[in-house]
């Protein structure tokens, strides 16, 4: 016998992808419970400065607020729940997609969409980067200007996210030591003119902790390596899926929709390092519910 289900659809992450769903699936008065590891629209309430997203929301802070809103009405209809928690795996059998989440409790509904979005890059995933003794960095997009300012900071990695966030804090008194494989040379063009980066394109980094905070070394290509003190080294070194044990990864280490069990679909960022965008991810969270809706209406007839 089947366990009871606990709603039509299961959400597991309530950033743009997973908040799209779930409206999407309320409008279609299907049940759903969103499942969240942090807050609604966690990732988001970090982005200072936001471009291209519908609505022209100037911040990630106040597009938050606007999908905490979203969910809030449909919560008072009584087709949305939202749940506190980590999905730690995610299963689809023949008659239902199940949620396993951190606390032991299983979650069950005809069909699981998962958006769990994308995580920053560790220093153990960097091939460039050595850092033996330090097992995580603090990516910089989610750090406070005040916490910075008057500090001796260095920045492993020239990825987007450094654009963001000198646009976002352009009165911030800082100076971070960039220092970005050839990978990245093409991505620090947009921010060559900002005075507050020293740029730095490096073969390889080590760094290590020492009493006044971090030695980090950096080797030039063709030989020459310099040596920094920092107070602190920031991640922006790129991001990687944050995948959930039970859904099937593609060689790239994303997670293909077609890959997966028919019952488990896959939204946003996610999916695919191509087209991580707010507004990509949201159309692709709605889409993600229509296919359980418009499926079982097939097999209705
Ligand atoms: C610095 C920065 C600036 C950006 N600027 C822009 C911009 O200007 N315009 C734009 O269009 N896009 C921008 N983006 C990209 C945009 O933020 C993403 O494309 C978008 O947030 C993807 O939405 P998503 O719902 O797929 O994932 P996310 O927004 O990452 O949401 C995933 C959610 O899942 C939760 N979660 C993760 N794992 C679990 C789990 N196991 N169990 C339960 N919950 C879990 C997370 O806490 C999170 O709330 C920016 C990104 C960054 C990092």
């Known amino acids: 016998m089947s366990p009871t289900r606990d709603a039509d659809l299961l959400v597991v992450g309530a950033g743009p992808a997973g908040v799209a769903a779930a409206v999407m699936a309320a409008s279609l008065r299907m049940t759903c419970v969103v499942v969240e590891a942090e807050e609604v629209g966690a990732k988001l309430r970090a982005i200072g400065a936001l471009e291209n997203v519908p609505g022209g929301w100037a911040t990630g802070a106040a597009l938050a607020k ?4 979203d969910l809030a009405r449909h919560q008072e209809s009584g087709r949305v729940s939202v749940m506190s928690g980590r999905v730690v795996r995610v299963a689809g059998h023949d008659d239902r997609a199940e949620a396993a989440l951190e606390d032991g409790r299983v979650l069950a509904a005809s069909a699981a969409v998962v958006a769990t979005g994308v995580t920053a890059l560790e220093p153990e995933d960097a091939p460039w980067v050595e850092a033996r003794e330090v097992r995580w960095l603090p990516p910089l997009w989610r750090a406070a200007a005040g916490d910075l300012e008057g500090r001796r900071v260095v920045v492993l990695g020239g990825d987007r996210p450094l654009g963001t966030w000198l646009r976002a804090h352009p009165q911030a008194k ?7 494989p050839e990978a990245d040379r093409y991505k620090t063009a947009e921010v060559a003119d900002d005075a507050r980066l020293g740029l730095d394109l490096v073969e390889r980094v080590t760094v290590a902790p020492v009493p006044e905070g971090f030695r980090v070394t950096a080797w030039r ?8 003190v920092a107070d602190a080294v920031l991640s922006n070194m790129g991001s990687k899926p944050a995948v959930v044990p039970g859904l099937v990864v593609g060689a790239d280490g994303y997670c293909p929709p077609d890959a997966q069990h028919p019952r488990v679909l896959v939204a946003g960022d996610l999916k695919g390092a191509r087209m991580q965008r707010i507004a990509v991810a949201m159309g692709d969270g709605a889409r993600a519910a229509l296919e359980p809706y418009y499926r079982a209406q097939a097999v209705l007839g």
Do not use: K, M, Q, S
């Not at 800082?174 to 970005?180: I, K, M």
């Not at 290509?221 to 920094?228: D, F, H, I």
């Open 66 to 69: 606007a999908l905490v809103g």
């Open 174 to 180: 800082v100076h971070f030591d960039v220092l970005f």
């Open 221 to 228: 290509r063709g030989g020459g390596a310099r040596t920094l």
